[in-house]
């Protein structure tokens, strides 16, 4: 039996809406869990912070199993968070005016071309020629972010072109829900944060306009200004806050990064770097790996799953240019006052001990995120599934490790050359103990499309790192067989892949890369050929800007190794051709 369907709900909260927020405040009071939050991070109602997760979240498993005895306090308020009220007569006729017709945003078409957008803040972050950046090397660390904004100045800003809200809203509920997931769009991740959390916090409904405005944009080949604005406005306020101190909750804070990060990527530029760095030093992100009682922070299962991916993409983000900032934030609290051990080398000496907390401290209170944010009106027929899955996401956080840890044996063989104060080769039986952990999953390939996909995605990053590694210990070599035969494998994965994953859209934040990584490895011309078009293909799409750098970069470092018959770096090429960006 197929889950009910429901019906995507977005509400407006535009300069008009807020300016009714009075009106309502009555309303939010007699709303479980409900508050409506502006740019300046004061809200209104109550239950104004999250509830917080624990080492074991009781969540049920069925309707049925719901009651005050079976659930914690903290996740049953999560469950009531934002808008899950038994009276939704109550609901609609409280907050009525905050939800508006499309004919009242000045949108009679939705194939109706877009006016030009208002004037914003001189100051903006983000341009047109810079999301088309010139294809020049750049210095991240020498780049800054504008000054964040001042809560007289964000609470008097406006929707940047709020007559077009309703196209991009309907864009994201349509093409956007299923864009990084394979899941139902009607309960998966995407779904939930437009349905009940968008309309509490401008900024974050902001990131999601804007990062629906720009994969519109790259569809129909239009300017990326109205996209920018949006971007532009939603980043200034959030690298204005405080995680820890700000009134706004912290998952709110978390998600909106989320999204602004996932338009840096989309755009092809590298502002993630900043983004993530203050996220980290904001949300004093060591605390999250400190096992001394009463030091390690809580926060809803919903958020830890945040801080999850953030790490992913922390990871990703630095896989060829070695900026990588995880994990210096956790290195900074537990090295000695005086200690000058390079960073490298310190985290390769302790890794495993960090990876360890990584998983018992933030992803073990991650699991099942989703039926505890939808609460009892999660369908139990989703729960075998989800299961599944969190076994597959522990995989994917070591994956991610692993690839953390190379990256800083890359950056500490690249600054010391043969040292022999670290033995890359004690990482050879790791890696291949991951592989076999990565390849017993396939038993569970068949169980549905979602676990399918998501365990090929996963075997295919294994053998990324089979990769990787070796291009790290090996530079002066053209390949060999066992990344020959890595590659070949990523090949046949990308080939089944395309049969359980959406139309144009990739299902997950995982792919393609391990694709382009296979590509620069294969000797074979006629895989080269294949996977060239293949990241056409996907360009083509409306994937991202970052495509179209991708097959650059591509072509780029294929040339130079058939000239010079050696691996080349390709972080190296990616500076010299195209400029920093994240695969």
């Known amino acids: 039996m197929s889950p009910k369907k429901r019906q995507l709900k977005f509400i407006d909260q535009t300069k008009w809406t807020i300016q009714k927020q009075t009106r309502a405040k009555s309303a939010a009071t007699k709303l479980s869990g409900m508050f409506l939050s502006t740019f300046d991070g004061k809200v209104s109602g ?61 949108f009679r078409d939705l194939n109706e071309t877009m006016d ?54 309907n864009h994201y509920c349509r093409i956007m829900c299923n864009f990084y997931s394979v899941k139902d769009p009607e309960w998966n991740f995407y779904t939930y944060i437009c349905d009940r959390l968008a309309c509490c916090y401008v900024p974050l409904k902001y990131s999601l306009l804007a990062w629906s405005a720009l994969h519109l944009s790259i569809v129909e080949s239009t300017p990326q200004k109205l996209a920018n604005n949006y971007y532009n406005s939603s980043l200034q306020a959030v690298m204005g ?13 978390l998600i909106t990064a989320y999204f602004l990060v996932h338009y840096d990527i989309m755009a092809g530029t590298k502002h993630c770097y900043q983004i993530l760095r203050h996220v980290w030093s904001s949300l004093r992100i060591g605390r999250f790996f400190n096992n001394r009682p009463g030091h390690c922070p809580t926060l809803s299962s919903f958020g830890y799953q945040i801080v999850v991916w953030l790490l992913y ?57 989703l039926s505890g944010a939808y609460g009892p009106c ?11 899955q969190s076994k597959i996401l522990v995989l994917m956080m070591r994956d991610m490790m692993m690839f953390g840890r190379l990256i800083r044996l890359r950056n500490w063989l690249n600054q010391c050359g043969n040292s022999t104060e670290f033995d890359s080769n004690s990482l050879q039986k790791e890696i291949k103990e991951l592989y076999w952990d990565n390849h ?76 382009f990584i296979a590509g620069v490895e294969t000797t074979d011309v006629i895989y080269q050929n294949w996977i060239l078009e293949e990241l056409k293909n996907c360009e083509g799409e409306g994937w991202g800007l ?38």
Not at 120 to 141: G, K, L
Request: with cysteine.
């Open 241 to 253: 806050h405080d995680f820890v101190k700000s009134d706004v909750p912290i998952e709110m804070l």
């Open 378 to 388: 999660y369908p139990t027929e989703y729960f075998k599934d989800d299961e599944l």
């Open 46 to 106: 109550r239950n104004t912070s999250l509830p917080v997760g624990d080492d074991k979240p009781n969540i049920p498993l069925s309707a049925t199993d719901t009651t005050e005895e079976s659930i914690d306090e903290s996740i049953r308020q999560f469950m009531d968070y934002p808008f899950n009220v038994g009276d939704s007569q109550l609901f609609e006729k409280e907050l009525s005016e905050l939800i508006q017709p499309a004919a009242s945003y000045g």
């Open 546 to 583: 970052h495509l179209g750098k991708m097959r650059k970069l591509f072509t780029e470092c294929i040339d130079r190794q058939a000239k010079t018959k050696r691996r080349v770096d390709i972080g190296e090429v990616m500076e010299l051709t195209t400029g920093v960006f994240v695969l």
């Open 440 to 515: 017993k999953m396939l038993q569970w390939s068949g169980h549905s499309r979602m676990s399918s996909f998501h365990v090929l995605i996963e075997n295919a990053l294994i053998h990324a790192i089979i990769i990787y590694f070796d291009r790290i210990c090996h530079p002066d070599i053209r390949s060999n067989e066992k990344c020959q035969d890595s590659a070949s494998e990523i090949l046949k994965i990308s080939v089944q892949l395309k049969n359980l994953r959406c139309r144009d859209t990739p299902g997950s934040t995982q792919w393609p890369f391990p694709l």
């Open 116 to 169: 030009e957008p208002t004037k914003m803040n001189p100051e903006i972050y983000v341009t047109d020629t810079e999301v088309n950046e010139p294809e020049r090397p750049r210095n991240v660390d020498s780049e800054s972010f504008v000054p964040p904004l001042t809560d007289s100045q964000i609470a008097s800003l406006g929707s940047p072109h709020h007559q077009n809200e309703f196209r991009l809203i």
């Open 313 to 369: 993409i922390d990871i990703r983000s630095s896989l060829f240019s070695g900026n990588i900032s995880f994990p210096d934030y956790i290195l900074n609290g537990d090295c000695p006052p005086k200690s000058k051990r390079n960073p490298n080398i310190e985290y390769l000496s302790t890794s495993t001990v960090y990876e360890k907390r990584a998983v018992s401290n933030i992803f073990s209170r991650s699991t099942r995120y």
